[in-house]
C-alpha cells in the first residue's frame, strides 16, 4: 500500500520559515542574554578581585613600613643616644661647617635689639618647638642633641622613634630632662607620632606670642610661617626648619647614622656635625662664649665669623614664668 505524499503550500512553507526565524530570534536573544549577565557577572568578579588585591598590595605597603619602623627603633641601643652626647672636639673640628654655610645663612635669622631671652632657672633659654611626626623636627634634633650636650646633659636617655611622615630615625624631646650651668633648653613636641598627629604638649602663652613674633615675616617666608622645628636662641637668633635635608637619614636605622656621624667624610656626618657646630657657635654668642673649652674650641670662632649680626644685651632679661618650670621641661603640668 503506497504511503500517501503530504504536499505543502507556498504559504505554509512561509509561515514555517517565519517561525523558525522568530524561534532562532528568541534562541539568539536569550544566548545574548545569557552571555551579557555572565561577561557583567566576569567584571564585577574582575572589579573585586582588583579591589581586594589594591587592598591587599595598601595593607602590605602599611604592615611593612610599620615592620620596618619597628625594626628601626629597636636598632636604638642605649650606646647610639650615649655617643651622640659625647662627640669628640677633634671629629666637630675635622667637619667644620660641613658645607652648610649657604643653607644655614638662608635659615638663621638674627634678631636686632631684642633682650636676651632667659628661661626658669635665668639663663639664656634656647627654645624649641616641633612635632614627633615631623621628619624635618627629627633632623634638627640629631643635630641639637650633639649641641646641648657641649653645655649640660640629660638626665635620662630621650626616647627613639621614628617620624610618622617619611620615617626618619631620631629621638623625642617629649618629657626630657636637661641641667646645665650656662643654658636653660626648653623643648615643646606640640603633636604626637600618630599617622594623623594629635596633640602633645601645649605652648604657654608666652611661648605662642615668641612663635607668633619669629615664626613667622620677616624672619621667614609667609609660606613657611609656622614651620616646624622652630628655635630660638635666647631670641638673638631664629630659625624655621632643619639645617639639613632629613631625606639623608630615611632608610637608615640608628646605628647606620651613628657609624656614618663618626666617619667625617659622609654626608650625615658633615650635615649633622656641621648643624651641630652652628648651634654651639649661636649658643656660645648668648653665653658670654662659656664655657670656653667648648666655644673657643675650633671651628666655633669661625663659625662665629659667620653668624649673621645681632644685637646682644646681656644687662636686659626677658624671663619665662618659673612656675612654667614643668611644662618647659617638656614635661606634662
Not at 156 to 176: D, H, M
Not at 193 to 204: F, G, I, R, V
Not at 211 to 240: E, H, M, N, R
Not at 274 to 300: E, F, M
Request: positive net charge.
Amino acid at each position: 500500500m503506497s504511503k500517501t505524499k503530504h504536499t505543502t503550500s507556498a504559504a505554509q512553507r512561509r509561515e514555517q520559515e517565519r517561525l523558525r526565524r522568530t524561534q532562532r530570534g528568541q534562541n539568539t536573544r536569550t544566548t545574548n542574554k545569557r552571555r551579557q549577565q555572565k561577561s557583567s557577572l566576569n567584571t564585577w568578579l574582575l572589579i573585586g578581585g582588583i579591589v581586594v588585591a589594591i587592598a591587599l598590595i595598601i595593607g602590605g605597603f602599611i604592615y611593612f613600613g610599620e615592620q620596618q619602623k619597628a625594626t628601626i627603633t629597636k636598632t636604638a641601643t642605649p650606646n647610639v643616644f650615649k655617643s651622640l652626647t659625647t662627640v669628640k672636639p677633634e671629629l666637630l673640628s675635622s667637619v667644620g661647617t660641613g658645607g652648610l654655610d649657604k643653607n644655614v645663612a638662608s635659615i638663621i635669622k638674627p634678631v636686632k635689639g631684642a633682650q636676651v631671652l632667659k628661661g626658669p632657672t635665668g639663663k639664656p633659654e634656647v627654645f624649641y618647638m616641633g612635632g614627633e611626626f615631623c621628619p624635618y623636627c627629627g633632623a634638627q634634633r640629631w643635630a641639637m642633641i650633639v649641641a646641648l650636650s657641649k653645655f649640660g646633659s640629660f638626665q635620662k636617655p630621650l626616647t627613639p622613634i621614628v617620624s610618622s611622615e617619611s620615617n626618619v630615625p631620631t629621638y623625642s624631646f617629649y618629657q626630657s630632662s636637661y641641667k646645665s650651668d650656662y643654658i636653660d633648653f626648653v623643648p615643646v613636641e606640640v603633636s604626637d607620632n600618630q599617622a594623623s598627629p594629635q596633640p602633645l604638649e601645649k605652648l604657654t602663652p608666652q611661648q605662642e606670642q615668641l612663635v607668633k613674633t619669629y615664626d613667622a615675616p620677616p624672619y621667614t617666608s609667609a609660606q613657611s610661617a609656622g614651620s616646624f622645628p622652630f628655635l630660638s636662641i635666647a631670641s638673638q637668633f631664629v630659625s624655621a626648619g632643619a639645617y639639613y635635608s632629613p631625606d639623608l637619614l630615611v632608610g637608615h636605622s640608628f646605628d647606620d647614622i651613628l657609624n656614618q656621624i663618626q666617619d667625617p667624610t659622609t654626608d650625615i656626618s658633615r650635615s649633622v656635625l656641621g648643624s651641630a657646630n652652628y648651634l654651639i657657635a649661636q649658643i656660645c654668642k648668648t653665653t658670654n662664649n662659656q664655657p670656653g673649652n667648648v666655644c673657643t674650641a675650633d671651628p666655633i670662632p669661625t663659625i662665629q665669623g659667620k653668624l649673621p649680626t645681632a644685637l646682644i644685651d646681656n644687662s636686659s632679661v626677658a624671663s619665662i614664668d618659673a612656675p612654667r618650670a614643668a611644662i618647659l621641661r617638656g614635661q606634662r603640668a
